[in-house]
């Protein structure tokens, strides 16, 4: 089969420095997986090749314009995306996720569903006073919950938001840290607090917990409360004991949202004690109201390796 080139002329540098990424590592991922070869000369672009890996090349290319057509960076999450969108024929609506911004930090960062899961993810949210967003480290499970609870606050859409999750560790046990509870469980609400920083200044969070309008506590603190007006983020609820999450989830009232975040294939629980999170999903799949949401190593947004990790444990597990 004779080989093709082609050229594709992007509208400026910036767009060019966007679509190739660091080191060009965006193009080495488009030819690894096209077996086309991509060649960056200024601004122009040439793909040559085997027919079909070319024009698999150019139309993955085309289906990320709305990133590199504007300079925004490109990850390979978002290229993976668009081969997936390529092969499902869901081209345009993975545009129209390029679009879609839910959110934006205090540095201007534009927040976006990253993948077609992600999007489903932030709907369910969106449409369910409960949600369990169930997944694999690094897939956005509480980044995207918590940006949608502050946004609620923000907007006086609720009254409070509260984040909490069990006090279990990997490893070690409570009673050897330094301080008192509050002290030793803030280790554990760490990725909790990450999420807030994108938002809001960390000066300004204290005096809204003060105010009782953002409350950050161990899962136990929810015991005998109502939890109305709020928005409730249950990170890590693999952790969670049945009868733990049994428990938080009656404490739901009025005019409130809950999402459930967890992986159930990284339990810190005893051998012998079952996930809390597994067995809600099988009694509580059916109940309308409730959105469930799976999220895959797919959907992982973090460094390219965690995604490898991810791969490689899921299948030393089968």
Same mark, same amino acid.
Request: aromatic share 6%; hydrophobic share 40%; with cysteine.
């Given at each position: 089969?004779?080989?093709?080139?082609?050229?594709?002329?992007?509208?400026?540098?910036?767009?060019?420095?966007?679509?190739?990424?660091?080191?060009?590592?965006?193009?080495?991922?488009?030819?690894?997986?096209?077996?086309?070869?991509?060649?960056?000369?200024?601004?122009?672009?040439?793909?040559?090749?085997?027919?079909?890996?070319?024009?698999?090349?150019?139309?993955?290319?085309?289906?990320?314009?709305?990133?590199?057509?504007?300079?925004?960076?490109?990850?390979?999450?978002?290229?993976?995306?668009?081969?997936?969108?390529?092969?499902?024929?869901?081209?345009?609506?993975?545009?129209?996720?390029?679009?879609?911004?839910?959110?934006?930090?205090?540095?201007?960062?534009?927040?976006?569903?990253?993948?077609? !899961?992600?999007?489903?993810?932030? /709907?369910? +949210?969106?449409?369910? %006073? #409960? $949600?369990?967003?169930?997944? =694999?480290?690094?897939?956005?499970?509480?980044?995207?919950?918590?940006?949608?609870?502050?946004?609620?606050?923000?907007?006086?859409?609720?009254?409070?938001?509260?984040?909490?999750?069990?006090?279990?560790?990997?490893?070690?046990?409570?009673?050897?840290?330094?301080?008192?509870?509050?002290?030793?469980?803030?280790?554990?609400?760490?990725?909790?607090?990450?999420?807030?920083?994108?938002?809001?200044?960390?000066?300004?969070?204290?005096?809204?917990?003060?105010?009782?309008?953002?409350?950050?506590?161990?899962?136990?603190?929810?015991?005998?409360?109502?939890?109305?007006?709020?928005?409730?983020?249950?990170?890590?609820?693999?952790?969670?004991?049945?009868?733990?999450?049994?428990?938080?989830?009656? !404490?739901?009232?009025?005019?409130? /949202?809950? +999402?459930?975040?967890? %992986? #159930? $294939?990284?339990?810190?629980? =005893?051998?012998?004690?079952?996930?809390?999170?597994?067995?809600?999903?099988?009694?509580?799949?059916?109940?309308?109201?409730?959105?469930?949401?799976?999220?895959?190593?797919?959907?992982?947004?973090?460094?390219?390796?965690?995604?490898?990790?991810?791969?490689?444990?899921?299948?030393?597990?089968?």
């Amino acid at each position: 089969m004779t080989e093709d080139s082609q050229t594709i002329s992007l509208p400026n540098i910036a767009s060019a420095i966007a679509l190739a990424g660091s080191q060009e590592e965006n193009l080495k991922y488009i030819a690894r997986h096209t077996g086309a070869n991509l060649v960056l000369r200024g601004q122009d672009l040439v793909i040559h090749g085997k027919p079909k890996p070319v024009q698999r090349s150019i139309d993955v290319i085309y289906c990320l314009k709305p990133y590199w057509g504007e300079a925004k960076p490109l990850t390979q999450p978002d290229i993976m995306t668009a081969f997936q969108a390529l092969d499902t024929g869901k081209t345009e609506e993975y545009q129209n996720i390029q679009k879609e911004v839910f959110a934006k930090t205090r540095n201007g960062e534009l927040i976006r569903a990253k993948t077609f !899961r992600q999007r489903q993810y932030i /709907k369910a +949210i969106q449409q369910h %006073d #409960i $949600t369990f967003g169930i997944g =694999p480290a690094g897939t956005g499970k509480t980044f995207l919950a918590a940006v949608l609870a502050v946004q609620a606050l923000l907007k006086d859409e609720c009254d409070r938001l509260i984040l909490t999750r069990p006090a279990v560790e990997a490893g070690e046990r409570l009673g050897f840290l330094p301080g008192d509870l509050q002290q030793k469980v803030n280790p554990f609400l760490r990725p909790l607090y990450d999420a807030l920083y994108e938002f809001i200044d960390p000066m300004k969070i204290p005096e809204l917990m003060e105010k009782g309008k953002i409350e950050v506590a161990p899962l136990a603190y929810m015991r005998g409360r109502t939890l109305s007006n709020a928005y409730v983020i249950v990170d890590e609820a693999q952790n969670t004991t049945p009868a733990q999450l049994k428990m938080v989830l009656t !404490r739901l009232g009025f005019g409130s /949202k809950m +999402i459930v975040t967890g %992986d #159930i $294939t990284q339990t810190d629980l =005893p051998s012998h004690q079952q996930s809390g999170l597994v067995v809600a999903t099988k009694i509580l799949r059916n109940v309308e109201g409730i959105g469930f949401c799976y999220l895959t190593q797919a959907d992982v947004v973090r460094h390219p390796l965690v995604q490898k990790i991810v791969a490689a444990y899921e299948a030393n597990s089968n």
